[in-house]
């Protein structure tokens, strides 16, 4: 037969000729691949290049307009996620379908196609994350909980159905070092039990180490097949974008004056699994960049909130902007000092995923001149929505197409565009390139630099240790809501950053 293997066990999974296209783009182009049984197979490609449509395809999301899916050497039409799941195919979506006002059991229980009673789901689920080692407690509310945790939810209640195919996008996007290598030993021992993976990333050096083969794709078409394990990180990405990667130009700043000072904030939540922020000190001025690298839980969340202006503070001498105290005052006052402000949750803090661009560009553009005596200025939004798509590469259908069409990586080069474009004075960002690919993830740190270079002050909070290390001017480490002291970059290392990550924040380095 055609798609059998030599040893004529069929292959798992057999793609013909998929193509897919939108009114604007095609996102996929005659698509084909084969993966074997037990097989970590990577799919590689920028932002908008046509992983997650292919994806979708395969779950049964979307339709493909033409081409065929052969599954374990019978030719299949996947019309919906719970035929798909049926098949076996199991997937970790990249934005989480979740419900913020469920706990965790909740939220499994319901995508369940095999109907357990609750009683039952527990005992399932706190079995299969030992088995894995994936800690998740059952009875916690969702909405307290960070992306680290909540992916972590997203693999368990894949795993309970015991998929032979487990696809998924973007896994380590938001996750530590050490979580990564836990995930790995996951995906390993599933693979060695005979699950096929699909694997998602942007992460070439994680694909090198984990993967059996590649599939590279640009612009909806297959562009190559490797071996990553025979590559290097710096040919992948050549094979993925098509030239070779920009180099970070770092020019020494002139530093200013603070312009964020944090002094002694504490801050009780009243989430009872949220974090209580305690006595943070922290001072970014003009010209710097400071980067607070921590496991996503550890208060990052509760920080922002107070910084952003999303949670006030009674006490109005702990938070100053640019010399005003700030404690009391709105998301929109602060703007109006001169903060700009990239959220950790692109969809839906971010974004608003049903607005068009243009309009997302307005929700926080309003005082570039977008609004005129109360009137919306429709030319100056649209310029400056496209100005960004333009500048950032944003590969989109234009400014008219809603935030939810864009790619992963492709809305969040819109929002850090959208944000920088706002000539700020303060700059806070949380992930900046989360799920950006490679180039892109180049080009946002660059801007960033380059802000920098301009006298604003930016403070980056990242999980992403290699990134804070290329960026940042000073480090700081939170963990269980408190911060360390700050560290020149050049006087630390990612493995001293990692101990301390994991460790106790109050441990002090000189
Ligand atoms: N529902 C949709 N309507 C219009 N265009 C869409 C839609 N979904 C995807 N696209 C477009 O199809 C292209 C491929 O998108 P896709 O999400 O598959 O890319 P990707 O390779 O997964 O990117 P990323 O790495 O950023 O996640 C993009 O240009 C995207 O804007």
Redesign the pocket.
């Known amino acids: 037969m055609e798609f059998e293997q030599e040893n004529k066990e069929p292959f798992r999974l057999v793609l013909e000729n998929i193509s897919k296209s939108?009114?604007?783009?095609k996102?996929?182009n005659a698509i084909s691949l084969q993966v074997k049984p037990g097989e970590i197979h990577a799919i590689l490609?920028?932002?908008?290049?046509?992983?997650?449509?292919?994806?979708?395809i395969l779950y049964g999301v979307?339709k493909p307009d033409e081409g065929s899916i052969l599954w374990e050497g019978q030719k299949v039409e996947i019309n919906n996620p719970a035929f798909a799941r049926k098949l076996g195919i199991g997937m970790i979506f990249?934005h989480f379908a979740l419900f913020e006002s469920l706990t965790v059991l909740e939220n499994i229980w319901l995508s369940m196609d095999e109907k357990y009673s609750l009683k039952q789901l527990e005992e399932e689920v706190l079995k299969t994350s030992a088995y894995y080692g994936l800690p998740i407690n059952p009875k916690r509310m969702l909405h307290s909980m960070s992306v680290g945790e909540r992916q972590r939810v997203e693999i368990v209640r894949c795993l309970l159905q015991k998929p032979k195919l487990l696809i998924m996008?973007?896994p380590t996007s938001v996750l530590t070092p050490q979580a990564v290598q836990i995930l790995f030993k996951t995906i390993r021992q599933l693979a060695s039990e005979g699950c096929s993976i699909l694997y998602?990333s942007?992460k070439l050096d994680e694909i090198r180490q984990l993967c059996d083969s590649a599939t590279v794709?640009r612009s909806?078409k297959v562009t190559g097949y490797a071996n990553p394990k025979n590559e290097t990180a710096k040919t992948l990405a050549t094979l993925m974008i098509g030239s070779e990667l920009p180099i970070i130009q770092q020019q020494p700043a002139e530093i200013g004056k603070p312009m964020l000072e944090v002094l002694g904030l504490n801050l009780k939540t009243s989430d009872p699994f949220g974090t209580e922020l305690k006595d943070i000190c922290l001072k970014v001025r003009a010209g710097e960049i400071v980067g607070i690298a921590g496991i996503s839980g550890n208060g990052q969340k509760e920080l922002i909130q107070a910084l952003s202006g999303e949670s006030l503070i009674a006490d109005t001498q702990t938070i100053y902007m640019n010399d005003a105290p700030v404690g009391k005052l709105s998301p929109a006052k602060r703007r109006e000092l001169g903060l700009c402000f990239v959220p950790e949750d692109r969809l839906g803090r971010g974004a608003v995923p049903n607005l068009s661009l243009a309009e997302n560009a307005l929700l926080t553009g309003y005082s570039e001149g977008m609004v005129r005596n109360g009137w919306i200025h429709q030319p100056t939004i649209n310029k400056f929505a496209e100005k960004i798509i333009e500048q950032f590469n944003v590969?989109?259908?234009g400014k008219n197409?809603?935030a939810?069409?864009?790619?992963?990586?492709?809305?969040?080069k819109f929002i850090v565009g959208r944000e920088i474009s706002l000539k700020p004075k303060i700059m806070l960002v949380a992930q900046p390139t989360w799920?950006?690919?490679v180039g892109a993830s180049m080009v946002i740190r660059q801007s960033l630099l380059n802000l920098r270079q301009q006298g604003v002050a930016i403070l980056v909070i990242s999980e992403e240790l290699e990134e804070l290390m290329m960026i940042s001017d000073q480090l700081t480490v939170i963990a269980n809501g408190k911060l360390s002291s700050l560290i020149p970059t050049n006087q630390t290392s990612i493995e001293e950053l990692g101990l301390m990550m994991s460790g106790d924040a109050t441990i002090q380095v000189p």
């Open positions: 939108y009114p604007l783009i996102a996929n490609g920028e932002n908008g290049a046509g992983k997650s449509t292919l994806m979708k979307i990249q996008d973007e998602i942007h794709l909806g590969i989109c259908g197409v809603s939810s069409s864009l790619s992963g990586g492709n809305l969040q799920g950006v690919d």
